[in-house]
């Protein structure tokens, strides 16, 4: 039994504790409305300043709807808060602060106009209501809100269904529920997609209008960013001439133009149009120029292109005065072509079935192709190149850890190709002419850096091969670059690029680096051998290309061409850092940065982390226009320069690949780990494309709590399978880097341990986003249809999974320097998504 005074007591708290919320309540909304007008002020301010570079008071108040007294008092109490400075002649800007104010007031308003959309309310009722709710919303709201905008108001998700394959292999069996995915015509229908079995084009396509529904509501956000990219990009753009001979060769765009227009100048710069890519490419949905190159007497130029995205290239070749496309048409080319130099024959490579560069063949205009070399082994590729100097036509036969080269005299094409140095198992070269010497690139001898090695034309034997620069550990030499009277060479170490120019007659070296704290070098060959000249490329994550002409011997720059940004650009704008992940084995993992000047890390902004280690490829600390729609909204944008690229050396490489490559996982693990304790990420997108979708895809797996999102391009994550495949263009190639799962037990037992789709865990995932190319002979369609299947119907909780195939491209998405930025853009809306912002 209770006692009435308790009830009383009861009763009176509870009155009290309702009393107590509603004041709460009263005192939320009063600071609501005084933070609205704020609020209003600094986001208009931000769209003034994006449209014309600057507010105006008169403007302000003309938008706002007031008097200009009360618009110049409410501009002194932002100023009194420190949301806005003023310049002379009343100018006015955001802060820092401002401009994070007007980017959170975006995202509200945005977040909210999706959900009263999504609710049906009209375009023009929910633009009216959104401006009056969107300040008086919390965070909790706002993510009800999301949810329902890109989850309940989407359709379901595609269900694929389950066709269980039983796979025997090395006395182990596994069922592989979506194996159907993989057409049996898969080579017809990467070069005809419209041959595609039905029930699997059914799937992809509903996976598509899945993505369609879920992706709606950041369609504006999505159109913002593409337009954003492309104010960045001067349309009308010219590379800088490179001149041969009697002309000057360049390649331009033209305004709206989505493809290259190649060019030459006379003495009289008088220009000629070789090649338009834009009429080449009129009415078809996919085009991609692989080649464009012009004959030693200049009267023709040959050039290669794909029409589907299978790359299977098609070489034509055209008359370079009159425009006119001679009869000589050859299929099925890898797309490189090369020269004699007689002007009338070309070498060239063709693929086999299986889409792998097999055959070089020689052919004379108007006449019969003739074999010059089959490679006999189906794990080596094929192609053809010319030494700087002309004299040599290039033969190279090569997986990822060996090759060889054969020469042929370019002055008689007819000549057989001769044996530089036979293949041996993990030493790779190359090479150039100068005088009556080879020069050579290698890693032999334990040269694991590689060096540069001297020996007579006609030797055959690699024991000749005497020391010009020797090896040095830690110094890992990328790229030799040969004149009449100069060795170029360019080199990493210390995960900084420099060139090192070295002078033949004396032998006397200089280097050209620079300051930055990250930055990218790029040689530039260009036609000409016996020149002075050497053209290079620098940039960094804060400042776009610049390309300069550089003496060698008065040792002097001139710059020929900066990366115009149109929508402005201020590198002050921005910081560049370079730090350092400590991975489980206590290697030190180098992580670029790139972030505003006046971005707040308190809280902890959000962070994408970019990576893909593997092939001895390194991530450039390059500039990237597209990244600026991150980072111009709080993000962190980072590149971890993980185990499997070179960025530290070759053994970088070497320890990231085969029984190591569970090193490449770790080592973003931990950079993204770190990132999040030093304070540069309260919370994390991985991305990643094709080896560096298997990057994500198992760093997922193995730490799914790390990462808010992933957006995984074409994404290698069907590694056992496709390595258990030999008739696939890239697997026999592949097995030196990943092993061979169907001749070697104890490979097959570690790619089934992280191979991504086999490892999908019945636990908690983030929101993932994959693309895939259903021309795509790399990493084939159905590899990120197969994960994406296999993650609905295996994951705990609803996270967001999606699949966009582009039905008409190959690997590199969609051709075309404008349809391409559509692509990135979505990924970034997306990734943006989750974290609220949707302006």
């Known amino acids: 039994m209770t006692d009435p005074q308790d009830d009383e007591r009861d009763d009176a708290d509870e009155a009290l504790g309702d009393a107590e919320r509603q004041a709460a309540v009263f005192t939320h909304t009063r600071r609501a409305r005084r933070k609205e007008l704020a609020e209003d002020y600094v986001e208009l301010i931000d769209d003034l ?41 009343r100018s006015i800007f955001l802060t820092g602060k401002g401009r994070k104010m007007a980017l959170r007031s975006r995202r509200r308003h945005q977040i909210v106009l999706d959900f009263l959309k999504t609710i049906g309310v009209s375009d023009e009722t929910a633009m009216r209501d959104a401006e009056g709710i ?34 025997a292999q090395h006395g182990d069996e596994r069922i592989d529920p979506y194996a159907w995915l993989r057409a049996g015509n898969w080579q017809d229908a990467m070069r005809d997609p419209s041959v595609l079995p039905d029930d699997i084009r059914e799937h992809l396509e509903a996976e598509n209008d899945h993505t369609r529904a879920v992706m709606e509501p950041l369609q504006g956000l999505t159109e913002r960013l593409v337009q954003e990219m492309r104010a960045r990009i001067k349309e009308d753009d010219t590379t800088a001439p490179a001149p041969d001979g009697p002309f000057s060769y360049y390649t331009r765009f033209v305004t709206g133009g989505e493809h290259p227009v190649f060019c030459r100048r006379n003495g009289e710069g008088e220009e000629t149009v070789l090649l338009d890519g834009n009429l080449l490419a009129e009415d078809r949905p996919y085009c991609r120029i692989a080649a464009c190159t012009h004959s030693p007497d200049h009267t023709l130029i040959a050039y290669a292109v794909d029409l589907s995205g299978s790359e299977d290239y098609a070489l034509a070749f055209r008359d370079a005065r009159s425009g006119a496309d001679l009869a000589d048409r050859i299929e099925r080319t890898a797309g490189d072509v090369v020269w004699a130099n007689d002007s009338r024959t070309v070498f060239y490579t063709v693929r086999d079935e299986n889409a792998r560069p097999r055959w070089v063949y020689r052919r004379s205009l108007g006449g019969e192709p003739e074999l010059v070399y089959e490679e006999p082994d189906p794990g080596f590729f094929l192609n053809v190149g010319k030494t700087q100097s002309g004299r040599f036509i290039l033969l190279d036969s090569h997986d990822h850890t060996a090759g060889e080269i054969r020469l042929v005299d370019a002055d008689r094409p007819e000549s057989p190709p001769r044996l530089v140095a036979a293949r041996r198992p993990d030493v790779e070269y190359s090479l150039g002419d100068q005088g009556e010497r080879l020069l050579i690139l290698t890693n032999d001898r334990g040269a694991e850096d590689f060096r540069i090695a001297a020996a007579p034309l006609d030797a055959s034997d690699p024991g000749v091969w005497d020391d010009l ?85 008065e040792r002097t720059r001139r710059l020929l061409r900066k990366q115009e940004v149109p929508s402005g650009h201020d590198p002050e704008d921005y910081r560049t850092r370079r730090l350092a992940a400590t991975a489980p084995d206590g290697e030190e993992v180098p992580v670029t940065l790139l972030y505003r000047a006046d971005l707040e890390f308190s809280p902890p902004p959000p962070c994408l982390l970019y990576g893909y280690g593997a092939y001895g490829m390194s991530i450039p600390a390059g500039f990237s226009t597209s990244r600026l729609s991150l980072v111009d909204r709080g993000f ?20 990231g690949k085969l029984a190591g490559k569970t090193n490449s996982f770790d080592d973003f693990i931990a950079a993204g780990r770190h990132l999040a304790a030093e304070g540069y990420a309260g919370g994390i997108v991985a991305h990643g494309g094709s080896a560096g979708g298997l990057l994500v895809g198992a760093a997922t797996n193995r730490a799914p709590d790390l990462f808010r999102a992933v957006l995984a391009e074409v994404p290698f994550v069907d590694v056992l399978n496709t390595m258990s495949d030999p008739s696939l263009p890239l697997t026999p190639p592949e097995w030196p880097e990943w092993g061979n799962p169907i001749e070697d037990e104890e490979a097959f037992r570690r790619i089934a341990a992280y191979s991504p789709y086999e490892n999908v865990a019945p636990t908690s995932y983030p ?15 159905w590899e990120p249809a197969k994960w994406i299947a296999a993650l609905r119907e295996t994951v705990e909780g609803e996270p967001v999974l999606l699949l966009r195939t582009n039905m008409t491209a190959g690997h590199g998405g969609a051709s075309g320097r404008f349809k391409t930025l559509h692509e990135l853009a979505e990924l970034y809306a997306f990734a943006l998504s989750r974290f609220g912002i949707t302006g």
Not at 509 to 530: C, K, N, T, V
Not at 767 to 777: E, K, L, M, R, V
């Open 49 to 89: 300043i994006e449209a014309n570079g600057e507010a105006r008071l008169v403007e302000i108040a003309r938008r706002m709807g007031v008097t200009h007294m009360t618009a110049s008092k409410a501009v002194a109490r932002l100023q009194r808060d420190g949301l806005v400075t003023t310049r002379p002649y």
């Open 134 to 167: 969107e300040h008086h919303v919390s965070e909790e709201t706002l993510r009800a809100f999301t949810r329902i905008s890109e989850g309940d108001g989407a359709a379901s998700p595609p269900r694929a269904e389950r066709r269980p394959l039983s796979i």
């Open 767 to 781: 929101d993932i986003f994959a693309t895939a190319g259903i021309s795509d002979p790399r990493v084939t369609y």
């Open 469 to 553: 620069v020797p090896h040095r550990p830690g110094c890992l030499i990328l790229q030799l670059l040969l004149f009449r009277d100069w060795i170029v060479r360019l080199e990493r170490e210390d995960g900084l690029p420099r060139i090192v120019v070295r002078a033949l007659e004396t032998g006397e070296e200089h280097a050209i680096a620079f300051d930055e704290e990250a930055y990218s070098l790029g040689i530039l060959p260009g036609f000409e051998y016996a020149t002075d000249t050497l053209r290079f490329a620098y940039a960094s994550p804060t400042t776009p290309s610049h390309v300069y002409d550089y003496d060698m011997a």
């Open 636 to 655: 962190v944008y980072a590149i971890a320069h993980i185990r499997g690229g070179t960025d530290r050396g070759y053994r970088w490489y070497r320890t």
